[in-house]
């Protein structure tokens, strides 16, 4: 977006491939033909259609985009050989579903209440972009513009709950009465984990209530990018470089530098280079690695109530412990559907170390993923991913 605004930008980038954990990579099989992986993300929503979904609006900017394939389910394989269709687009199905796998009658109504307490905070963030919502202390100034939009009703009724967008989804449960025992309880805490990595009392509302909001409105559906992620990361890249932008691959920035002001105004290389930076940087290293070693050290106490300051209260954790292994022998890979997510255990917590599982076949929609004849299989397991490739 910078470059379409006008400016020079060079994007500096420390691994051989662009697009840090949504890169994809290519294996060349000899006789059987090319494999594609993705590295990171396979989950999107509100990507094929304009939406409110950051990612759709910054493409939409650029005029760039993948081709998007749309899909409307997705499988859990729960305890007690369970299976949960969770499906996009109708609340009221949903709601059934949940009923239906629990046993428990009531879980449609707990869900009904769920979505009744999002609907405040749900309406805000359809009156903001969520691009816009942020939890430091210049989030008035980023708001302003759109209180006009906002209904003071919902915002009203979302402050007598308790609710606040910067706040722990897990206040959006207890505003909804949710059971921590219910399904329903336990679902939005598995997608607070899925969206953030961590359980709902460490997520913020926004981001879950947006993603509530977007996955059950009327028709909504899924969408994968056809080529996988390394497809998107092409599209952004496309925008940087047709206006002249400049991408450096296995470019480390060692360094920022700062002036006596506190401005920074540059970076210093890997190898000793130095590039000056005239108007900003934007360093897109995770907040632990800009803190800790690419700040000047004299700078670093004087982070505080910034989105730097998480690294020094430890309150977002570096990994996620949620893991377990699977095993693929036996299985009609050519039928399945594009996402797999089991669940070992429904009482220990969301982030139990061998908990979860993540499993997605983007050949089950992508014809380009995996030569014909054979599948292409992405795993997380806790914070390790894995890749293989399979003939059906
Ligand atoms: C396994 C996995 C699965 C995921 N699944 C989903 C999903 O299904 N849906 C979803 O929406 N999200 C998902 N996510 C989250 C999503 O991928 C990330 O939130 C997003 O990609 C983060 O993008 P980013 O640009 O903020 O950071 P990053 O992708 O971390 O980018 C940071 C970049 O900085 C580079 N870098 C670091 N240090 C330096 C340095 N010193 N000098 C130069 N370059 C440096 C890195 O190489 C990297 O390219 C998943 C993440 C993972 C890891």
Not at 159 to 174: Q, R, T, Y
Request: net charge negative.
């Amino acid at each position: 977006m910078l470059a379409m605004y006008g400016y020079r930008v060079v994007v500096c980038e420390a691994h051989e491939h662009p697009g840090g954990a949504a890169h994809g990579f290519e294996r060349k099989v000899k006789g059987v033909g090319t494999f594609r992986f993705d590295s990171g993300p396979s989950l999107f929503s509100g990507m094929s259609a304009p939406s409110a979904n950051p990612l759709r609006q910054v493409l939409d900017s650029v005029g760039e985009a993948p081709e998007w394939l749309p899909y409307d389910r997705w499988k859990m394989y729960l305890p007690g050989d369970k299976l949960f269709d969770v499906g996009s687009g109708d609340a009221a199905a949903f709601g059934r579903e949940l009923a239906r796998v629990s046993g428990d009658a009531a879980e449609a109504d707990i869900f009904n209440r769920l979505c009744a307490a999002n609907a405040p905070l749900g309406e805000l963030i359809a009156a903001v972009p969520p691009i816009a919502l942020r939890a430091d202390v210049g989030a008035a100034q980023t708001l302003l513009p759109y209180f006009g939009k906002m209904d003071p009703l919902s915002g009203l009724s979302m402050v007598m709950s308790g609710i606040s967008p910067s706040a722990p989804f897990s206040d959006v449960l207890k505003a909804g009465r949710v059971p921590e025992s219910s399904l329903t309880g336990w679902f939005f805490d598995f997608l607070a984990f899925a969206l953030q990595g961590l359980p709902a009392s460490a997520t913020q509302a926004a981001g879950v209530s947006f993603m509530m909001r977007e996955f059950f409105a009327p028709g909504a559906v899924m969408d994968y990018p056809k080529g996988g992620s390394g497809a998107l990361v092409d599209a952004l890249l496309r925008a940087v470089e047709k206006r002249g932008g400049e991408l450096r691959l296995r470019t480390r920035v060692e360094g920022l530098t700062v002036d006596n002001a506190g401005r920074c105004i540059g970076v210093g290389l890997k190898g000793g280079e130095h590039l000056d930076a005239r108007v900003a940087v934007l360093c897109n290293v995770d907040v632990w690695n800009t803190a800790s070693t690419l700040l000047p050290e004299e700078w670093r106490p004087k982070v505080k109530g910034s989105a730097l300051d998480v690294v020094g209260d430890a309150q977002t954790p570096l990994d996620c412990g949620s893991a377990s292994t699977a095993s693929l022998d036996g299985l009609d890979l050519a039928s399945l559907g594009v996402h797999h997510i089991t669940a070992a255990d429904l009482r220990a917590p969301i982030d139990a170390r061998d908990n979860l599982v993540f499993i997605s076949i983007p050949s089950a929609l992508d014809n380009t993923a995996a030569p014909e004849g054979y599948a292409c299989i992405s795993g997380m397991l806790g914070e390790k991913v894995f890749s293989a490739a399979s003939s059906w």
